[in-house]
């Protein structure tokens, strides 16, 4: 084949992917948000042929034998690159036998099927001989797959390109070393921030009138987005100028909804503001898991936790809410939306203790890979991190090892990428302050500016750059942990009026 | 081929349309409702390539020869019926050269963009050329496909399986002699039913309200059914038990969004109530437009528009709305809901002035397939009609000839399904009222006796019978445009005071 009929055939690949992709996404936050639960039996059974569908397309030898072929050529850095994200998707149908596949996906779904019961049931043990066979299965992947590398390692890679259990290590140690003992100092404190108020009772609807508010100070528009209610809030970019995020009420919390929309707006501006020229490609729809959880923790925590981004919006929260908040002040509600607990349930940390969450998911994947975990206690062995960092006494398995999702599908190596996006945040953080008086450009309105920053700095790139090439790129220096541990220990130690 | 492989065949091309069908159908509706402006290039790039491949798959060759096998053969009643609709939409592939049919694809889209612009500028001239070209495609496809049948009659049998023009002339013979009078007359006396009120100022927020009372009191469950906002008001079954309605609010007629609603309810029911075994298939998917209509009709006319009916909703719109209608009697409310007034477009037409609309284009459509018309001057035949019947005159070719989309596609013979739609609720009615006190149930809140009446006698059968044959199955008599003819009279000469 020539390149031209390799360039022809991938040109017209992507755009049939990009057109399923497409529907399928469409399909997907319509089923999410709105569609009625009677038809989810005829719906189901639509969207898992048209799955089948997308699969074949995507798995085409054709096509590997074409981005095989391309990625021998020089057709530039960028297109390059391109074709090097299409082949990595690939690397399991190129490196397992089919039969191999189709035995894990069957496995997977029956997995996931026990999960849902033992978490419901609180029963480990319906979960544990699925969990034991993936385990078994990621192993012999990794080693056909890259007989060269840990295994842990290949995973790792898959999730967050380049990282290793070697720079995670690093990373890790500090926050062991340095954030435990500060969530238990703290837990000591609990008196000394009052979070009460935000659990009295907060009528949806008027949420909703605020939720309003919310994306127009953060210029989240309905030109090219869409704010829908689903029972988990997430985002789902259709195209670049059609992302599609979610928020979901909690009467009991009225700060719930106010985050998850900040974070989502996150992850909406990333998929809006990638370069024309990489939309709908694997240059835009590849961006890792943790590149993109950097910029929804970046707006949600880093922006949208800070004093002056609440003066312009807590006052209308007050006026829905009169009887609720009008005799709290903004200091006080400020407060209330950092407290820090140490707490059993990963989704609902805080952002000090999230990363420890984290940490004890790492801890027990990496010895799970080196063969040192007891894989007959794995539950035993939660319970006993959860305790050791956080404190905690874990009453039930549904509440413990089995509260995640991701373990279910083997999802192995994909938890450690949400720590690492936060992390990321506190050094974009840092480089944002050197062009960027963000308190003043809050206060004015001026939202645009920290999104126009993070658009020429880093989001523009998309999936361009690995996570460490987009930090020096961003940032000018490599990634370093430091940043992070350091804002969180200086950011909590003054909230709870501990030592510096 | 063996009568088990065809099975098996066409079993699992229904499958493959299914699936399709029901995300080609839900993005479809996402688009009309909620799909940000700035996405619909990508979007509308993606939608017409998954087009392309349904297209292929509807007309796939091996499915013909499938369907052209299992015709002949003995299914059953139920089944041989099933194949024979599904061959009935592959008319057109059959018959024609497949360079004619892309030569009228092709018209066609050219055709619709200028029509859109036509009628923006009010510019006859600009679209009369492409209107003309697609007579000329018609009346040759007509004669290729059935060249032992009128031409108009072919596209008459499109749009309702088994009426002719015959059929039709002797339905609107009445309309024209019994109702044009009628309008006529009530035009002298626009004084005597006063609707103003229904056009103060009615804040949108609070007609949202009101519309969750409507599809309550009319059973339509979210169970089952979603109700969003688009331009225009639209069903859209995805499947039997997900049937997706809109509404459009409009601040200056309170009215409006309520009959909205009612109407396309109505469309709802008939997708839901469709029998099990038939769901999915073509005995479900393709009932004609004018037993759709039927049914949308009948709730709105003949149900909506009733006193009993506005009993129960309208206290509720008072207390939303208690300046606007505080002082309004229920009796004067029903009144200005049911005026009639001759105007200008088919689409705000009322109940009485609706079929002299349709009987406008179907005279038109007859004479071009007839070739008595002047086809140079079809802007002043329209108009002529207009003045004639109506009594109306037209200022431009804007609110004239150019006002629906209908020609732009050459969808000759649509339009006399939506006049036949009305006629057939009137002897509807008269066979549910020797079964059901309806004002009783409408007043005792029971509107399922209403649908499960619909159900029992009309909407279980999809697409099982023609519309003449349906008619007789639910009233037990031949279609008689009496009873409609009739109707309208005794309701308007009293509403409007005239002698009966």
């Not at 349930?345 to 994947?365: C, M």
Request: one cysteine or more; a negative charge; aromatic letters at 14%.
């Amino acid at each position: 084949m020539t390149r031209e009929e390799a360039l022809t055939f991938y040109k017209n690949w992507q755009e049939k992917k990009e057109a399923y992709g497409l529907v399928m996404s469409t399909a997907y936050y319509d089923q999410e948000t709105i569609a009625p639960q009677a038809g989810s039996a005829v719906r189901n059974k639509a969207l898992a042929y048209l799955s089948g569908e997308v699969y074949d397309i995507e798995t085409d030898p054709k096509a590997i034998e074409v981005l095989e072929f391309l990625a021998k050529e020089d057709l530039g850095e960028e297109k390059n690159r391109e074709i090097a994200l299409a082949l990595r998707s690939l690397d399991n149908v190129r490196a397992l036998d089919k039969e191999e596949v189709v035995a894990f996906n069957e496995e997977s779904m029956a997995s996931f099927d026990d999960w849902q019961k033992a978490k419901h049931e609180k029963d480990y043990a319906r979960f544990e001989p699925h969990l034991l066979k993936l385990i078994g299965f990621s192993k012999r992947f990794a080693a056909k797959r890259h007989p060269d590398m840990d295994p842990y390692d290949v995973y790792l890679d898959d999730y967050e390109e380049g990282m290793t259990a070697a720079d995670y290590d690093r990373f890790f140690d500090l926050v062991r070393s340095e954030l435990s003992p500060l969530v238990f100092e703290i837990a000591q404190h609990q008196d000394r921030v009052d979070d009460s108020f935000l659990h009295l009772d907060y009528p949806k609807e008027k949420q909703a009138k605020f939720a309003e508010d919310i994306c127009k100070a953060l210029g989240f528009s309905r030109d090219w987005g869409y704010m829908g209610i689903s029972e988990h809030p997430f985002t789902n970019g259709i195209s670049k100028n059609d992302v599609r995020i979610t928020t979901a009420y909690d009467e009991k919390d009225v700060s719930a909804s106010l985050y998850s929309i900040v974070h989502e707006v996150g992850h909406a501006f990333f998929e809006h503001q990638v370069k024309d020229e990489f939309a709908g490609t694997p240059l835009h729809h590849m961006i890792s898991s943790g590149m993109h959880e950097s910029q929804s923790r970046f707006l949600e925590n880093y922006i949208g936790r800070r004093k002056a981004f609440l003066k312009g919006l807590y006052p209308k929260l007050q006026e829905y809410f009169p009887e609720q908040l009008g005799n709290v002040s903004l200091d006080a509600f400020w407060r209330a939306v950092n407290a820090s607990r140490p707490s059993l349930i990963r989704t609902q940390a805080d952002e000090l203790t999230y990363p420890l969450h984290i940490l004890i998911r790492y801890e027990i994947e990496k010895s799970i890979f080196k063969g040192t975990a007891d894989l007959e206690h794995l539950n035993t062995l939660w319970n006993e991190k959860y305790k050791e960092y956080l404190g905690v006494d874990v009453p039930d398995d549904g509440v413990g090892i089995l509260q995640d999702v991701h373990w279910s599908g083997a999802s192995f190596g994909y938890f450690p990428t949400y720590a690492l996006g936060s992390a990321i945040g506190a050094q974009l953080l840092h480089a944002m302050e050197k062009d960027l008086d963000i308190d003043a450009a809050l206060e004015k309105g001026e939202f645009f500016r920290i999104t126009d920053w993070l658009k020429e700095h880093f989001q523009q790139y998309g999936a361009r750059y690995t996570f460490k090439e987009a930090v020096v790129k961003a940032t000018g220096e490599e990634f370093d942990p430091h940043y992070y541990i350091d804002y969180l220990k200086k950011k909590y130690r003054t909230l709870y009026g501990l030592d510096q």
